[in-house]
């Protein structure tokens, strides 16, 4: 059939996972955000071990994708920057975990061939 | 993977993170000793010195706590409001219990067992104060030592009594106990969590 995605439908669901969270460190950030109201920059370095600069990427491609919401706030005139997820983001993990409780799923019940 | 995945302790291992720099034990405990040495030396500067606490507990907080963890706001469940109304009950209940107790034993109004009991152990009284300070502060943030200190306080006291130890010897044990366990765990959070340079 012409109107047929080439490739194996069963599989189409592992690369239709949503890159943006599957990144381990994009998903740790968010693993904690849904958690919390808000944090700000230091928490989310402390909690996760991520570097400033890699952090700082990671969140700049969570915002741009629309998944956390990022505000600057001066507390004793020292600049604050605080994240909390979005309603969005929140949308997103629920989608991601439903893919891939499907993905796992499909693991456990398929038969492994042994090497033996 | 070293440990279990737990999600569900997530939140419960972050909230207790941010009571594990000591300072509120370590600044309380100080209050009580100070309470103790001014009934020791009949100073009232370690009376006034004892209540320091009170302004400086968020400046250090924010000097000392939020720089090395960083920052969090929770979704607490329970709110604001509601926490604090459940603290101003706990301390209307303890002023108007001591205040009945002052008023009740100035009349002579209360039976003689009671004012026996009072001559003796009322010191336990004045601990159950700072005792009920910990209980507020562990219904307030649920970390389980606070409601051992306010345990400790009391059964300090009664055995200081019990051994005919002065007051303000078992006033100060337990402040100083509490203070140096807050001590203790303000090295191990600085040690634990350097600081961070700022964003």
């Keep these: ?116 | 993977m070293s440990e279990k995945l737990d999600f569900s302790e997530l939140k419960k291992k972050i909230y207790f993170s941010y009571h594990e720099d000591g300072l509120l034990d370590l600044l309380m405990g100080l209050c009580i000793l100070g309470f103790g040495l001014n009934m020791a030396t009949d100073n009232s500067v370690f009376l006034v010195a004892s209540w320091i606490w009170i302004p400086v507990y968020m400046p250090m907080k924010n000097s000392i706590t939020v720089p090395r963890l960083g920052y969090v706001r929770l979704n607490e469940e329970r709110t604001l409001a509601s926490r604090l109304m459940l603290l101003l009950g706990i301390g209307v209940v303890a002023a108007l219990l001591f205040l009945g107790v002052i008023v009740f034993s100035a009349q002579g109004s209360l039976p003689v067992s009671v004012m026996d009991w009072l001559r003796t152990y009322h010191m336990m009284l004045i601990g159950g104060l700072f005792a009920l300070f910990f209980v507020g502060a562990w219904l307030w943030t649920a970390v389980r030592r606070f409601l051992v200190y306010a345990i400790l306080i009391e059964a300090l006291i009664f055995a200081g009594i019990q051994l005919g130890m002065e007051p303000p010897v078992y006033t100060m044990l337990p402040g100083g106990l509490i203070a140096l366990a807050g001590l203790g765990k303000l090295l191990r959070f600085l040690q634990k969590y350097p600081v961070v340079e700022g964003e």
Excluded at chain 1, 4 to 12: F, I
Excluded at chain 1, 68 to 73: A, C, G, Q, R
Excluded at chain 1, 96 to 106: F, K, L, S, T
């Design chain 1, 1 to 116: 059939m012409a109107d047929e995605e080439p490739g194996n439908g069963d599989l189409q669901v592992i690369a239709d996972l949503d890159r943006t969270i599957h990144a381990p460190a994009r998903l740790m950030i968010l693993a904690l955000l849904a958690v919390v109201d808000s944090v700000d920059f230091t928490f989310l370095m402390t909690q996760t071990g991520l570097t400033r600069g890699n952090l700082s990427s990671h969140l700049t491609k969570l915002e741009e994708a629309g998944y956390i919401v990022i505000t600057k706030e001066f507390v004793e005139r020292i600049p604050r920057t605080l994240v909390r997820l979005s309603d969005e983001g929140r949308a997103a993990i629920q989608a991601y975990r439903e893919q891939m409780r499907q993905v796992v799923d499909a693991l456990l019940d398929a038969p492994v061939n042994s090497s033996q």
